[in-house]
Structure formats: C-alpha cells, structure tokens
C-alpha cells in the first residue's frame, strides 16, 4: 500500500534533500513537497496524507499554526517538526500537539527515514 508523505519547508534545497531521502526509502512512497503551509493545507483537503514532515520556521503561517490546523482537519495524521532553533524549545508544545517527534537540523539522512518509518508503522527493508 502507497504511503503519502507531505514534505513542508520554505528553503527549496532542504525540500530537494526531504523529497530525494523520503522516495529513496523503497517503493511503496509518494512524496509531495511544498513550500509553505497554505499549499500543505490545500494538499491535506485534496487528498489523504499518511504523514507530515514540516519545517518550524517559514514566512507566513508557520509549523505550529500548520500542525494546529492539520490537528483540526486530519487529527490522527502523524506529524515530524524539522527545525534548526532546537527541539527542546518547543517540547511542551510538541506534547500538546500529539508531535510524533521532533528533529534538529542539520538533519541525517538515516534519521529522517527510520523516524519516518516509525511515524507511518513500516519496517525497514533489508
């Protein structure tokens, strides 16, 4: 069964490196990337999505407001926050917001897929 994985940042190369990482993880994967939180929102009211992966810090409606509001339209779809100011700022947010996790950047190719694996309940390939 395809997954459908929403990529969310504002700076096009980490969207690039987000979208090559996720779809090198095996078939099985439909990766969309968008470039802020208005198309991200269109996306989720277009079509269903297995799993968020969004920057904190974007122009505009940022990765907060962008988790409140897919917490309101698609409650159960997990969410991964990215973010270069440090996870452990946002923690009692992220708990509050049922964020399936948070990861600094710089980010690391291995611990974006096995956290996006965790978040959509598939294993590894060997």
């Not at 980490?14 to 990766?31: I, N, P, Q």
């Not at 339209?73 to 923690?91: K, L, Y």
């Amino acid at each position: 069964m395809t997954k459908r994985v929403l990529i969310v940042d504002d700076e096009q190369r980490v969207l690039f490196v987000l979208r090559h990482t996720v779809a090198g993880m095996g078939d099985g994967y439909d990766v969309v990337a968008v470039s802020g939180a208005e198309a991200a929102l269109d996306e989720i009211a277009q079509n269903t999505v297995d799993l968020v992966i969004t920057d904190l810090f974007m122009p505009g409606t940022d990765g907060l407001e962008l988790t409140e509001r897919i917490r309101a339209a698609a409650a159960d779809v997990p969410v991964i926050w990215i973010t270069a100011h440090g996870c452990h700022r946002f923690e009692s947010k992220a708990v509050a917001l049922r964020v399936f996790r948070c990861l600094d950047k710089p980010l690391e190719i291995s611990a974006i897929r096995r956290v996006a694996r965790e978040a959509l309940g598939v294993e590894a390939e060997v």
